[in-house]
């Protein structure tokens, strides 16, 4: 079964930086997809960022273009998420999730309901 465990969240003042990291078992993840999503209060998880395990995907949702950077640590089965220029509105859950190659081909990458497998979630709170 495959785990996926969030780190790194905390509190951090606005145009600061964190990373998180979310670490990965249980499997083998080759022709996996690992994306971020976040979730604040009331509103919708949204997509951040996703990376392909051994695959070239990587892309971002557009209110963390050119601030977050997603990476991979194949030999650590860790994926970061590399967070700069931090904003209020940056505050929310951010969750890991992994999109199993096996399973049936659902709607785009940047939806919350083709992922098969998430974290508990780290808390990023960015204060003004």
């Known amino acids: 079964q495959v785990q996926l465990v969030e780190s790194g969240g905390g509190l951090v003042q606005a145009g600061g930086s964190l990373r998180l990291s979310c670490a990965a078992s249980?499997?083998?993840?080759?022709?996996?997809?690992l994306g971020w999503f976040r979730q604040a209060p009331g509103k919708e998880r949204e997509f951040v960022a996703v990376?392909?395990?051994?695959?070239?995907?990587?892309y971002y949702g557009d209110s963390v273009k050119g601030r977050f950077t997603i990476s991979r640590d194949n030999a650590k089965n860790t994926v970061y998420l590399q967070m700069n220029s931090l904003k209020p509105e940056d505050t929310a859950v951010y969750y890991c999730?992994?999109?199993?190659?096996?399973?049936?081909?659902?709607?785009?990458?940047?939806?919350?309901?083709?992922?098969?497998?998430w974290g508990q979630g780290t808390q990023v709170t960015v204060s003004s």
């Open positions: 999730a992994a999109d199993d190659p096996r399973s049936t081909p659902g709607p785009t990458l940047r939806t919350p309901t083709r992922y098969d497998y």
């Open positions: 249980g499997g083998t993840f080759s022709g996996y997809v």
């Open positions: 990376i392909g395990w051994n695959i070239p995907i990587t």
